[in-house]
């Protein structure tokens, strides 16, 4: 049986219009091999739901009528492959997603859990934003972080990784239209963002110093070291339970004992025992301190 359970899977999937759609997905197995022939990427792990509303999007911006025809379409337009692809990895994004999360974290959590990581003389935090689109999630964690480390001699280093070079270029830019930023506390806007042209705006190189982007692959690739803080917001939800247990496995290896794991709000998960709940509310779960791992990190690795 699962460990992990995600309470999402509860919710009845949105209903779809059937009418472009084959009843059966006979044909889903020759559409997946023929994107992973072309574009390398493997979507076997994401939920039939999801295939389905992204393939049925898929249908009616190419003007085919089944996924036969679309099929056919993508041997003669390959970069429709690409197209597919990032349809389906779905980048919607915001900065303070959820903002009772960051608030929290900032209010309720950071202040001692930093303090004991200062009091163990720790000088640098790990932090890993997994499928972090066009970079609103890491940088939320950079302005909520900057201060409270600062203060107290620690230097967060924030890994934020999605299999999308797509979204990948822009987050790297860290240029925003002025509308995406209206989730962001106005004193973090004030002191972190400067207007680099009429209603466009840019992260000051300070915080976008706290940032290293990097390609990664949760499902194919291993796990990229070892964190005090992961967060792994809204992707679970978009995968097959077994690819969920999967992935859950590998996060859970890489984040050291007391350290934190924070889902997105529709992805509670019932632990196995290396994983407490600390805020039902908020999907914040905290790695027990294994007996023999009396540090907040466990002994460097070879080759990372
Ligand atoms: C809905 S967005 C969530 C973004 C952000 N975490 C948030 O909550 O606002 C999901 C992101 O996960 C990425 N993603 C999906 N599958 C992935 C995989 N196998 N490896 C890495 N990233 C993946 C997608 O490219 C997408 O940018």
Same mark, same amino acid.
């Given at each position: 049986m699962n460990q992990f359970f995600l309470s999402s899977f509860n919710n009845s999937p949105r209903r779809i219009d !059937?009418? &472009? /759609?084959?009843?059966? /997905?006979?044909h889903f197995p020759t559409l997946l091999s023929l994107i992973q022939r072309l574009t390398?990427?493997?979507?076997?792990?994401?939920r039939d739901s999801t295939l389905k509303r992204r393939l049925e999007l898929r249908l009616q911006a190419t003007g085919c009528r089944n996924i036969q025809e679309y099929i056919n379409y993508i041997r003669n337009n390959q970069e429709e492959a690409f197209n597919f692809k990032e349809n389906l990895l779905i980048h919607v994004t915001s900065f303070f997603r959820d903002r009772a999360v960051f608030t929290f974290l900032e209010r309720k959590v950071f202040p001692d859990w930093l303090d004991k990581l200062a009091s163990r003389q720790r000088r640098l935090l790990r932090v890993w934003s997994v499928g972090?689109?066009?970079g609103e999630e890491p940088y939320s964690l950079a302005m909520i972080l900057h201060q409270p480390t600062l203060k107290r001699g620690i230097h967060p280093v924030i890994l934020a990784t999605d299999v999308s070079p797509r979204v990948l270029a822009k987050a790297r830019e860290a240029i925003f239209r002025q509308?995406? &930023?209206?989730?962001?506390?106005k004193f973090y806007r004030q002191i972190y963002f400067s207007e680099i042209k009429p209603g466009i705006w840019r992260l000051c190189p300070e915080l976008r110093r706290l940032v290293i982007f990097r390609q990664h692959d949760l499902l194919q690739e291993e796990v990229p070291g070892f964190f005090d803080f992961i967060v792994l917001r809204n &992707? /679970?939800?978009? &995968?097959?339970p077994e690819a969920q247990e999967q992935v859950l496995r590998k996060i859970i290896q890489s984040l050291v004992g007391g350290g934190l794991l924070l889902l997105g709000n529709s992805e509670r998960i019932n632990p196995n025992g290396s994983l407490e709940l600390l805020s039902a509310r908020h999907c914040l779960y905290q790695k027990r301190q294994a007996?023999? !791992?009396?540090?907040?990190?466990p002994p460097k690795r070879g080759k990372k």
């Open positions: !059937q009418k &472009l /759609l084959p009843r059966k /997905l006979n390398g990427f493997d979507a076997r792990p994401y972090c689109a066009s509308r995406e &930023l209206r989730n962001i506390p &992707l /679970l939800i978009f &995968l097959r007996s023999s !791992q009396g540090e907040v990190f």
